[in-house]
């Protein structure tokens, strides 16, 4: 449902889905830092303090297709103020958690709400804000978010260090709750009215069950063994579950995920290319923070500095996205952000001194940063409005996912390479080696591209590109 809307709720719904954005950003980002520091204080391993993060990506990845959807089909505003309900109160649950269990039991709830918040943070902007702003609202909604990526780690390491890591927590709840006060006030409600008041059950179960059985399976899967009855089981019923949501969403008559979304060619690159440029993104992200605390010896506080950097290029990438996206077609934006992270993460692993490690990190942000943000921008440009919800869950799914399995890949990868390597030398090869794949990824997207412009399919990259294009990529 599109209504003509006031620059005072313009402005309000800016403000409500960028301090949540916000904090669901601090949140990972900060808690990355702070395992050490839970992990002595509830007297538990680290590998069982890592069920923090890992109980938290499990729900984050499992709601996203579901929480978009419930946008679309429900209203916007009501799925938005639920998720942000559970995140604040999630928030308080996780600073008081007595031990671990309620820990973890918090942040699958908290997991759950982000999960709600962000497809339809994206598709409230997408619908409140007008065709010739929508981008730049996108990207500045991105900034503001990706300033949370530059003060998680500073925020995880200092609160970790100083008062504790339950401040972190603390930190969230006002802002959550602030967030949620604003958009009570101004966030009007909007729907997918092409569609009935109902939701595909079977549909949700089986992505659900499947998400599940997968983000466990990866997260989980080097600790168990890959080979380990537990693993394949999971991965069994993943395949299993995925392959009966396929054929659901096939004969469903008003489906989760409409699957023609994924015969627009553009959509696919747009998210092909974010989907790697994030995965690159979570391990340069998890080597760094080996490298700089397992080799150079710095403390959280003092690793969480050196991540400043490349985080404050990263929030930077917003803004930048929303400049760019009337002016080059996302394909090509998308293309771009991949050699510039290719390039900086293999930069990355060659060098060692401080005066270049730094500024080659920010490099790699800038990259990083630039693909998974624009992908969310440049997606909503090629989707209808009324389906911006169902079309953002997809694409943060897919980021979610595959970021998991990068992470989970080079987990295992440095455990093989370290008995004949130092860890110094395993991380430098993590890094090439990533840095390689995006960078042939983006090759073969504007390969791909090209031959669609010779058949006539989307427009030459000579044409400036329309503010917001149905397609064309």
Same mark, same amino acid.
């Given at each position: ?10 402005? %309000? ?148 260090? %100083? ?187 060659? @060098? ?100 669609? @412009? ?20």
């Amino acid at each position: 449902m599109r209504t003509q809307t006031s620059s005072a709720v313009r402005v %309000g719904a800016f403000v409500s889905v960028a301090v949540a954005l916000f904090c669901i950003q601090v949140d990972f980002f900060a808690l990355n830092l702070a395992i050490p520091g839970i992990s002595a204080d509830l007297n538990v391993t680290a590998s069982a303090a890592q069920w923090t993060l890992s109980a938290y990506m499990l729900a984050l990845g499992c709601f996203f297709i579901v929480g978009g959807r419930l946008g679309d089909v429900f209203g916007r505003r009501r799925v938005l103020l639920t998720g942000l309900a559970l995140f604040a109160a999630a928030s308080v649950g996780c600073a008081l958690a007595p031990g671990l269990g309620a820990l973890v039991a918090a942040r699958i709830v908290q997991g759950v709400g982000a999960a709600l918040i962000f497809p339809v943070s994206v598709s409230v902007i997408t619908n409140v804000f007008p065709q010739e702003s929508r981008a730049r609202a996108l990207g500045a909604v991105f900034g503001v978010a990706n300033i949370g990526t530059a003060l998680g780690p500073f925020v995880g390491g200092g609160f970790t260090e %100083g008062p504790g890591w339950r401040w972190i927590f603390w930190l969230l709840a006002p802002l959550s709750a602030l967030s949620l006060l604003v958009a009570a006030l101004f966030v009007p409600d909007s729907r997918d009215d092409s569609a009935p008041r109902q939701i595909d059950l079977v549909g949700c179960l089986s992505i659900v069950c499947c998400l599940a059985a997968l983000t466990l399976a990866v997260e989980r899967g080097s600790a168990w063994g890959w080979d380990s009855a537990r693993t394949l089981a999971l991965f069994g019923a993943a395949a299993a579950m995925g392959a009966l949501f396929l054929v659901r969403e096939r004969r469903a008559s008003h489906p989760l995920v409409d699957l023609r979304l994924f015969r627009n060619v553009p959509f696919d690159l747009v998210t092909g290319m974010g989907a790697v440029s994030d995965m690159g993104y979570a391990v340069t992200i998890f080597v760094a923070t080996l490298y700089l605390q397992g080799v150079r010896g710095l403390s959280a506080l003092s690793a969480g500095t050196v991540f400043l950097a490349p985080a404050l290029v990263v929030a930077l990438t917003g803004p930048l996205g929303a400049w760019l996206a009337p002016r080059m077609r996302p394909t090509a934006v998308m293309a771009l952000a991949g050699a510039v992270a290719g390039t900086g993460m293999i930069t990355l692993s060659l @060098v060692s001194a401080w005066w270049l490690f730094i500024p080659v990190f920010a490099w790699c942000g800038l990259g990083l940063g630039l693909g998974w943000t624009f992908a969310s921008v440049a997606t909503q440009q090629v989707v209808r409005p009324a389906r911006a919800g169902e079309a953002s869950g997809v694409v943060l799914t897919i980021l979610v996912t595959m970021g998991a399995v990068a992470l989970a890949a080079a987990a295992s990868a440095i455990t093989s390479l370290t008995p004949e390597r130092s860890a110094e030398q395993a991380y430098d090869v993590i890094l090439r080696v990533g840095g390689a794949v995006i960078l042939l990824t983006a090759v073969a997207v504007m390969v791909v591209r090209h031959r669609l @412009v010779v058949r006539g399919k989307v427009p030459p990259l000579s044409m400036r590109a329309p503010e917001m294009p149905r397609s064309g990529g």
